[in-house]
């Protein structure tokens, strides 16, 4: 069952297979992804214990948010049994989203709090949209996701994109 | 995501990043980077499997303590590909040859 190549890299690059399907289908001009050579950091000003943890997806509610592409949020206490998924450009012949734990896992964060490894689940998880404009999320999406941060007084967030 | 990510660590809070597209979340820049190998959809662990998933989690908060630099990325040990499925990171957005 060997199928990891020590004369290739193996991590898939999904710039280039996405840049080169599109070119096979007769789009030019591929998408410009977002490119830094720096990257800010804040280290934690507390210990993880104390700190309040949430979640941002890239999941929708429903399929209505799916399509609506607007930022959402919903209590962390009321886990959903299911997001909607199906708009977003996961590997649909490869595996599947039945599982909110692998994508999701605020089950799993609720037990690291009720243990102490963190502080507490924020008492709100944050969905964004995906979307080809990079100004869209670093204008509004990405200000708004503060803004819920600074609203329910989070200090650590966990970002999940599918 | 990862722009959201860039733009909470420039606002005070620290984040961490799960994630299988090494590719885009590298070449963006982010803070803490944890990257399974794996299709995208699970990007915390395989489905119905809750240990994975929960190592995978903590593989988070060990880094979230513990990086010093941005861009700080870990692989965690998991392997995706079974004796039946060894198709996958072929099969994404596959061009098709066209047969004569």
Redesign the interface.
Known sequence: ?T?FSPTHR?????????R??YL?KGFGNPYR????????????KKP?ADCTVTI?T?SAPNEEGGSNRKIWSAPSDAIPEELF?HHL???????????L?????LA??Q??AENG??GAVGRNFYG?P?TFS?RQ??TK???A??DQ?HRDQ????????? | MSLVSRHLESNGIPTVVFGSARDIVEQCGVARFVFSDFPLGNPTGKPWDTEMQKTILEIGFDLLENARYPRTTVQTPFVWETADDVSWRRSYMEIKKQSD
């Open positions: 069952m199928q193996n991590a898939v690059s999904y710039i280039d297979k996405s080169e399907f096979n992804w977002a490119t830094h050579t720096e990257a800010p950091i804040t280290h934690l993880l941002v890239t998924t450009s996961w590997h649909k012949t490869a595996t599947h989203t039945d599982d734990g692998s994508f999701l896992p799993h964060l037990s690291a490894r963190i964004i995906t990079q999320t670093k999406d990405a200000p996701v503060l941060v989070v200090d650590v967030a966990i970002l999940i994109p599918l």
